[in-house]
């Protein structure tokens, strides 16, 4: 029986407080007066987006597209998470990474899993690809590719914090894999929509303690293999 499981990406797939964050990082920076600014309510997520990549541009001037993707190629990823996606992926269940984080370290970890037909453009696809299709649903944030090869003023806006629940819901339609077949990973208040139409939440890593709550599994290490052993006892039940 196919089962549809949902991953959150920073902090859960990925062994960083973020991938922006990483990225910032890596470029001396720090986005903390936008994040004040949607704290308190005075910014909306599309335009926190586009704030975070003028700090980008603005600092950077000769920033380009390859140059960021370059910076994300060794972005730390969780322990375990090879033989936790590989067990779920073979046994022939959907899988979907839905996350505020960078579009292309969601790229690079859906591409471990490649189809053997050719890429097609698809809703929850991949904009860049290596030939093949990812056996993946993608839906994160980031950065678009200018005609020069810099970055766009806007950016790419697929996940607001707080509806993931509704592209699990639309997953689950598209894909006809109800609830109850469906299990949400995620670490933080952000995924609690997403555990709400989820059959199994486990809430991995957690950032604080809301999601704790609602969560049906919590899961304190920072090794996917015990979320493996959550999903193949939920699974065999």
């Not at 959150?8 to 922006?20: A, E, G």
């Not at 704030?51 to 190629?73: G, P, Q, Y």
């Not at 990474?97 to 970890?109: C, D, L, N």
């Not at 894909?175 to 555990?195: C, Q, V, W, Y």
Request: net charge negative; aromatic share 10%.
């Amino acid at each position: 029986m196919q089962y549809l499981i949902c991953f959150d990406m920073d902090r859960v797939l990925v062994d960083y407080m973020s991938t922006w964050q990483f990225v910032y990082d890596k470029l001396g920076i720090s986005n903390k007066e936008a994040f004040d600014l949607y704290n308190q309510g005075k910014l909306d997520e599309w335009d926190w987006l586009k704030m975070d990549l003028a700090l980008i541009k603005n600092t950077h001037k000769e920033i380009t597209d390859e140059v960021l993707r370059d910076m994300c190629s060794d972005m730390p990823l969780m322990k375990g998470i090879n033989e936790c996606l590989e067990w779920v992926v073979s046994n022939d269940n959907e899988v979907a990474i839905i996350s505020g984080g960078m579009q292309e370290t969601a790229r690079e970890i859906s591409m471990m899993f490649p189809t053997n037909t050719p890429w097609v453009r698809r809703w929850g696809g991949v904009n860049r690809h290596r030939g093949s299709d990812t056996k993946f649903h993608i839906f994160t944030n980031g950065w678009l590719e200018g005609n020069d090869g810099g970055i766009e003023n806007y950016g790419r806006y697929q996940v607001q914090m707080n509806g993931k629940g509704s592209i699990v819901k639309m997953l689950q339609r598209r894909l006809s894999i109800p609830k109850e077949r469906t299990i949400s990973i995620g670490d933080s208040a952000g995924d609690i929509n997403m555990f709400e139409e989820s059959g199994l939440s486990i809430c991995f890593n957690p950032w604080d303690e809301k999601p704790v709550s609602v969560a049906d599994v919590t899961i304190r290490s920072k090794n996917l293999l015990d979320v493996l052993d959550a999903i193949k006892s939920y699974i065999s039940q």
